[in-house]
């Protein structure tokens, strides 16, 4: 019985340390800034694993191997040339069903940064797909077994 409370006395002492360092790192914080920078961090991740699973779904829908990485190509460059076209402005008041809505202008951006904005979608979401696209391949190849690429590679 001791033992244990002597551990419990420990536990307590080591979480008040942590709650009284904790403070002191945190005491000249802007938590709101603070709070959203891993949450879009977390976001980014997650959008890069869609990005991946993507791949992996684009990987069977056709039997060619090279007309699925195309596919991703194709996919991820819509996806870029939407980003690219509707950088610095954003659509209010737009009915959900039916659309609509002003185009607002929030700030016109310059050709460089349009650009490098495109380009930063493109290669960060192209580079997980396409993996995506290998891995799953790869996978299926292996289930499928040497015979049938045999027969099926000329």
């Not at 056709?62 to 819509?78: A, C, D, R």
């Not at 939407?82 to 950088?87: F, R």
């Amino acid at each position: 019985m001791p033992k244990i409370k002597i551990k419990i006395i420990i536990e307590i002492i080591k979480v008040s340390l942590l709650v009284f360092f904790l403070y002191i790192a945190f005491k000249d914080a802007n938590f709101p800034d603070a709070f959203w920078k891993p949450v879009q961090g977390l976001l980014k991740v997650g959008l890069i694993l869609l990005a991946y699973f993507l791949g992996r779904h684009f990987a069977t829908t056709y039997e060619e191997g090279w007309e699925n990485y195309l596919l991703v190509l194709y996919s991820i460059g819509v996806l870029t040339l939407i980003a690219w076209a509707g950088l610095g402005s954003h659509v209010e008041n737009a009915d959900p069903l039916f659309g609509g809505g002003e185009e607002v202008i929030d700030f016109i951006p310059k050709p460089g940064e349009r650009s490098d904005h495109a380009i930063n979608i493109f290669i960060t979401f192209l580079i997980p797909a396409i993996y995506g696209v290998y891995k799953k391949r790869k996978t299926l190849d292996c289930a499928i077994g040497k015979d049938w690429l045999d027969k099926n590679a000329g």
